[in-house]
């Protein structure tokens, strides 16, 4: 059940991954670029994957009460899966920053 949320998350993850490798089209292809591009995705897949697995350790399962165990437990799997995500998002931002600014048409003076 440790990977549960990671297995849900990753069709998602790799449409995120798409989408930032072919957009924005304005962009050169450069070599430089496809580099930059693959070391961040591979770096925000190592730190979704890691933060997942950090929220399904932290997560506190609920106390049995008139429900049972089973009431809350649906959090072992939200959470890791929105600390993933969030954790992805984080860099790609980041980074979509960084290259724009690496990138990005220069202003003719």
Do not use: N
């Not at 929105?82 to 790609?92: K, N, Q, R, S």
């Amino acid at each position: 059940m440790r990977y549960l949320a990671i297995l849900l998350l990753a069709p998602l993850l790799l449409i995120l991954c798409w989408g930032y490798w072919a957009y924005p089209k304005s962009l050169p292809r450069t070599a430089g670029r496809r580099v930059f591009d693959a070391a961040v995705l591979l770096l925000a897949l190592i730190a979704a994957v890691q933060c997942a697995m950090l929220g399904f350790d932290t997560v506190e399962l609920p106390t049995v009460d008139g429900f049972g165990r089973a009431s809350g437990a649906i959090w072992q799997q939200v959470l890791p899966a929105l600390y993933g995500y969030g954790a992805f998002a984080a860099v790609v931002v980041v980074a979509m920053l960084l290259r724009h600014l690496l990138w990005g048409r220069r202003r003719r003076r």
